[in-house]
Every structure is written in C-alpha cells, then in structure tokens.
C-alpha cells in the first residue's frame, strides 16, 4: 500500500504534481512516470485515459463517480465542451465531492445554485445541467436508484446578447487591427461561423470551389462557396507572405495557427483603439442580420430550424413592423 499523500490531496490515485508539472505514476515497480503536461484540466483528461480502471460500485461518492464521468463521458464530448466541463467538474467536486450521491437533495442544488449565482449566474446554470447530467449517470450505472435533486430546481433567467454590429463599427475595429484579426474577422464575416470554427480552418479544407468546415459546437457540416469577397479574402490571405508555411489560414505573422487568446488579445487591443465595445463573436450575428433572408442565414450559420435564425436576427435588430397607416 502506497504512502498517503501529504500534499495535493485533491488528486486523484495515481495523479502527481512535480516540478510544476503532472505526472501520472503506477503503483507497480519498477514506477513509470507518464508526463500529462502542467495543465491541470489537461492532466485530468490525461490521467483518466490511462487509468481507465472502474471504481468499486459500494464508493458511491460523487467524486468516484466525477473520475467515471471524466473518463468515460467527457472525452466523447466537443473539444470546447470538454474544457468547460472539466472546470465546472472541478467547481462541483469542491463541493459534493466526499458526499454520497443519494444525499444530495433539490435543497442542496437550490443552496449551491444561490451561492454561486452571487458571482456567476451562466456558470451556475452549467453547472446545475452538468450535475444533472451526472447524476442521470450515476443511476444508469446503478450507484442509486434516488430521483434526480436537480429536477424542479429552477436556474437564473439568462438574457441573450442583442448587440449588432453596425458596418461602420466593423470597420473602425478592422482599420485598426493587425492583419491576422482582420483575416479572421472577413473570413467570420462572409461565412458566419464561430470564431474556434474560423481559427481551425486550413488550407485543405479549401477544395472543389468551396471551404469545408465541421462546426465544433454541434457538428454541423458546410460547404461553403467560396465567390465573391469571399475569394478575394481567401486569395488575400495567400498571397501575404510568411516565414513559414503553415497548415492553417489564419496564422500569425511566424506562420503559426493564431491561438483563441492571441485572437481576443489583438481584438480586444483594436476595438479599444477604435473605442468601439462589440464582441469577436458578434460578428456571426451580423452576418444572420446582413443577409436580408432568414432561410440563408439559418442555411449559412447552420441553425436546426428557423425559429432559432429568426430569433437571433429580431433579438439585434428588431422585428421590422408597419406603422398604423
């Protein structure tokens, strides 16, 4: 039997922190020291992975079961899923870890979602859903058979963002940003995706006319036709010259793909230059606003149906409506 920790005692057996890094090491000698890097969600992932082994059915806490959900479940989930899963995993195990999975009750969620809502009230509702989630879980592999305590526990009413990007403020931002952002911010103009969807993209993706792109989010597919200003984006895009070639269309200026966080930091530095306070990712709502037709932002953006098109475009907008006479 191995020695009990006397640091880091939040890890899970078998998950290390040295030298700033994570380390996952058997318990069998000769020990392998296997490297997860020093992130520590990242680690998690990683130690789960290689784990792999099922916890005793009669440990019927919400941490044991949080190590079958994090092997288990989140891996089959979308990468940015993933990430906002294992921080809200991270904030729940604080709380419930220790605690039996049947003995938390509604009054316990009500308590959390209270608590938490005082400073992140969208966080708080992840939560509660990935709690849910969990616990629907937790009785399909029979650690309890008691009624989920997150149904009919109300979450905070959250508002939609209505902000809409006028032309003259995408153009303000775009006069004063680097020439990667202004890439980025044509490409997720002309073809309405998300801005993880636009940074992905590469230069394979660019065949048969069209740019191929799988949205990460929901895993839609669109073959998008790459005329007009959308070819002369693209050929733009081209022609710069680099240090290096990259697989990427949106690199930096070492030919390196462009990061989520370069991206938000090189905005953030333009609109604030401009002295304009639009978000990245409300560009793609421009986009469903600019068309003037509903079926071809809902066809572009990759909507399910329309009334989820209609509603982000009249939310930005308005509703256009005739006068009495």
Known sequence: MGRKRTTNKDLPRGLHLKGGRFYHVTSTTPRKWTPLG???????????????????????????????????IIPGKAQRTQRDNLIELDRLNAVFGKVLIESIKPFHVRQYLDVRGQTAKARANREKALLSHLFNKAREWGYTDAPNPC?????????GRDRYVTDAEFKAVW???????????DIALLTGQRPADVLKIKREDIREGALWITQNK???????????????????????KRERYSAFL????????????????????????AGVSFQ??????????DTGDLGHSQRLLGHKNRDMTEHYVRDRIGQRVKPLR
């Open 38 to 72: 020093s992130d520590r969600l990242q680690a998690l992932v990683g130690w789960a992975r290689i784990e792999g082994a099922e916890p005793d059915p009669s440990a019927r806490t919400f941490e044991v079961i949080a190590a079958r959900y994090l092997r288990e």
């Open 151 to 159: 149904q009919g526990v109300k979450g905070f009413t959250e508002s």
């Open 175 to 185: 006069a004063k940003a680097h020439d990667t952002v202004r890439d980025a911010m």
């Open 218 to 240: 929901t895993g839609v597919k669109r073959a998008i036709e790459i005329t007009g200003e959308l070819h002369q984006v693209i050929e733009r895009i081209s022609e710069r």
């Open 250 to 273: 949106i690199q930096d200026d070492n030919g390196r793909p462009l990061s989520p966080l370069a991206l938000r930091s090189r905005f953030d530095k333009a609109r604030k230059a």
């Open 280 to 289: 990245f990712r409300d560009i793609r709502a421009k986009t469903a606003s």
